[in-house]
C-alpha cells in the first residue's frame, strides 16, 4: 500500500459559514469551503491557538485543495442583535443607549449542503492532518462555532497524482434518507498550481483564502478553477440506504381531514403546481402523518398532477419525505411526466374506441 497523499473531508450539517472578508455587522459566506476555513478546521483538531497556528500554516498551505459541492445548499440569513438594552461601548468611550444603540448584524449561512474537500501534499504532513482530524483535540466546525457538523469530517485518506481524480474516487453524497436523483454533474472548484513562470489559466478565479495568519487575519490569494464534474454511476450514499417504510395516512381520522381541508383552503381550491381546480391533497412528508399533519405537509393537486407525482416517487423508491411539487427542481420531471400521462390516456381512449380486431 502506498502511503496516502491526500485526505478527504466531508462538510455536511445543517448551516455552514464560509466566511469572505466580512464586515463587522454583514458576514456572508462564500459558495463553497474555503482554504482559510479548512486550514481552521485543521488547526483547531491539531489543539493550536490562533498564534500557534502561524507557525504551521506556511506548511499546510502547501497542501493543495480542491472541492466538490454534492449539494451546494441554500444561502440563508439570520439576523443578531448585539448590545440590546445594555449600551454598546463607542470608540470615544461613550455608551450607546436605547434603540441607536443595537447593533444589528446579519450572518449568511449555507443551509442542508454537503462538500467533499480534499488536501493532496506531502505524506507526513498528509498523515499528520489525518491523525488530527481522527483525534481533534479542539472542537471542529463549518466556518463558525455554530455550525455543527452532522457527520465525521474524516472522510478517509487516499493515494493520487491530482486532486480531481481523488474526488471522482468518492461518491456523490444526496441526503441521508432520502432517495433523490443524482444532479448529473457537480461543480468542482481546483486549486492551481503553475510551474514557475507559467501564468494561470485566463478563466482562473483569484480566492483571497490561503491564510497566512489567523491572528490578526491575513490571507494570500491563489488561483481556483472551476470545473462541472459529472456524477459517476455507481453506489451513491442514498441507493446505499433503505427506503424508510411508508406510513398510511389514515383518511378516517378527524385531525387528518381537517388539515386536508386546511390545506385545500389554503391553495384557494387549485392545484398548487397547474391552477386547474385541485381534487384531492397529497402528502409531501409523511414525518407527521397519521393526523399531526401541518399546512406544510401537504399541497393540494389536480388529479393529473397527482398521478404525475406519484409515478415519478414510485420511480424513485422513496422514503418520508416525498416530491414536493412547489420545489422548481421538480417542476421539469412533473411537466415531462404529465405528458407521458396524457398522450397514453390519448392513446388508450382511441384503442377502447376501436372495436376488436380492427386495426388503425
Ligand atoms: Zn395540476
Same mark, same amino acid.
Given at each position: 500500500?502506498?502511503?496516502?497523499?491526500?485526505?478527504?473531508?466531508?462538510?455536511?450539517?445543517?448551516?455552514?459559514?464560509?466566511?469572505?472578508?466580512?464586515?463587522?455587522?454583514?458576514?456572508?459566506?462564500?459558495?463553497?469551503?474555503?482554504?482559510?476555513?479548512?486550514?481552521?478546521?485543521?488547526?483547531?483538531?491539531?489543539?493550536?491557538?490562533?498564534?500557534?497556528?502561524?507557525?504551521?500554516?506556511?506548511?499546510?498551505?502547501?497542501?493543495?485543495?480542491?472541492?466538490?459541492?454534492?449539494?451546494?445548499?441554500?444561502?440563508?440569513?439570520?439576523?443578531?442583535?448585539?448590545?440590546?438594552?445594555?449600551?454598546?461601548?463607542?470608540?470615544?468611550?461613550?455608551?450607546?443607549?436605547?434603540?441607536?444603540?443595537?447593533?444589528?448584524?446579519?450572518?449568511?449561512?449555507?443551509? !442542508?449542503?454537503?462538500?467533499?474537500?480534499?488536501?493532496?501534499?506531502?505524506?507526513?504532513?498528509?498523515?499528520?492532518?489525518?491523525?488530527?482530524?481522527?483525534?481533534?483535540?479542539?472542537?471542529?466546525?463549518?466556518?463558525?462555532?455554530?455550525?455543527?457538523?452532522?457527520?465525521?469530517?474524516?472522510?478517509?485518506?487516499?493515494?493520487?497524482?491530482?486532486?480531481?481524480?481523488?474526488?471522482?474516487?468518492?461518491?456523490?453524497?444526496?441526503?441521508?434518507?432520502?432517495?433523490?436523483?443524482?444532479?448529473?454533474?457537480?461543480?468542482?472548484?481546483?486549486?492551481?498550481?503553475?510551474?514557475?513562470?507559467?501564468?494561470?489559466?485566463?478563466?482562473?478565479?483569484?480566492?483571497?483564502?490561503?491564510?497566512?495568519?489567523?491572528?490578526?487575519?491575513?490571507?494570500?490569494?491563489?488561483?481556483?478553477?472551476?470545473?462541472?464534474?459529472?456524477?459517476?454511476?455507481?453506489?451513491?450514499?442514498?441507493?446505499?440506504?433503505?427506503?424508510?417504510?411508508?406510513?398510511?395516512?389514515?383518511?378516517?381520522?378527524?385531525?387528518?381531514?381537517?388539515?386536508?381541508?386546511?390545506?385545500?383552503?389554503?391553495?384557494?381550491?387549485?392545484?398548487?403546481?397547474?391552477?386547474?381546480?385541485?381534487?384531492?391533497?397529497?402528502?409531501?412528508?409523511?414525518?407527521?402523518?397519521?393526523?399531526?399533519?401541518?399546512?406544510?405537509?401537504?399541497?393540494?393537486?389536480?388529479?393529473?398532477?397527482?398521478?404525475?407525482?406519484?409515478?415519478?416517487?414510485?420511480?424513485?423508491?422513496?422514503?418520508? !419525505?416525498?416530491?414536493?411539487?412547489?420545489?422548481?427542481?421538480?417542476?421539469?420531471?412533473?411537466?415531462?411526466?404529465?405528458?407521458?400521462?396524457?398522450?397514453?390516456?390519448?392513446?388508450?381512449?382511441?384503442?377502447?374506441?376501436?372495436?376488436?380486431?380492427?386495426?388503425?
Amino acid at each position: 500500500m502506498p502511503t496516502p497523499n491526500c485526505v478527504f473531508l466531508r462538510l455536511e450539517g445543517p448551516l455552514q459559514s464560509w466566511g469572505d472578508p466580512s464586515r463587522f455587522n454583514m458576514r456572508r459566506t462564500m459558495e463553497a469551503p474555503t482554504k482559510s476555513g479548512l486550514l481552521g478546521i485543521v488547526c483547531s483538531a491539531m489543539g493550536l491557538s490562533r498564534a500557534a497556528a502561524r507557525e504551521v500554516l506556511g506548511e499546510l498551505n502547501t497542501l493543495r485543495l480542491a472541492v466538490r459541492a454534492d449539494r451546494p445548499g441554500r444561502r440563508w440569513w439570520d439576523y443578531q442583535t448585539v448590545g440590546a438594552g445594555k449600551g454598546l461601548l463607542c470608540a470615544n468611550g461613550d455608551r450607546k443607549t436605547g434603540a441607536a444603540g443595537t447593533l444589528v448584524t446579519r450572518r449568511e449561512y449555507l443551509s !442542508d449542503a454537503s462538500f467533499l474537500a480534499v488536501l493532496l501534499g506531502e505524506e507526513g504532513l498528509v498523515s499528520r492532518v489525518t491523525a488530527a482530524l481522527q483525534r481533534p483535540r479542539w472542537a471542529v466546525y463549518l466556518g463558525r462555532k455554530s455550525c455543527l457538523p452532522a457527520v465525521p469530517v474524516l472522510a478517509g485518506e487516499g493515494t493520487f497524482d491530482a486532486p480531481d481524480a481523488a474526488l471522482a474516487s468518492h461518491p456523490w453524497a444526496g441526503r441521508p434518507g432520502v432517495a433523490e436523483k443524482p444532479p448529473r454533474s457537480v461543480t468542482v472548484l481546483t486549486e492551481w498550481r503553475g510551474a514557475a513562470g507559467h501564468a494561470a489559466p485566463g478563466d482562473a478565479e483569484v480566492w483571497f483564502d490561503a491564510p497566512i495568519s489567523f491572528d490578526p487575519p491575513v490571507h494570500h490569494p491563489r488561483f481556483v478553477l472551476r470545473s462541472e464534474a459529472p456524477i459517476a454511476e455507481g453506489p451513491s450514499r442514498l441507493e446505499r440506504m433503505p427506503a424508510a417504510s411508508r406510513p398510511r395516512a389514515d383518511y378516517r381520522d378527524a385531525a387528518y381531514r381537517k388539515a386536508r381541508a386546511a390545506r385545500l383552503q389554503h391553495d384557494h381550491g387549485l392545484c398548487t403546481f397547474c391552477k386547474s381546480p385541485a381534487t384531492t391533497v397529497q402528502h409531501v412528508t409523511y414525518r407527521n402523518a397519521g393526523g399531526s399533519e401541518g399546512l406544510e405537509d401537504l399541497r393540494a393537486l389536480c388529479r393529473l398532477c397527482h398521478d404525475a407525482v406519484t409515478m415519478l416517487e414510485y420511480g424513485l423508491g422513496m422514503g418520508l !419525505d416525498r416530491i414536493d411539487p412547489v420545489e422548481p427542481r421538480w417542476r421539469e420531471s412533473i411537466m415531462q411526466k404529465r405528458d407521458e400521462i396524457v398522450s397514453f390516456r390519448s392513446l388508450e381512449s382511441r384503442r377502447r374506441r376501436l372495436a376488436p380486431g380492427e386495426v388503425e
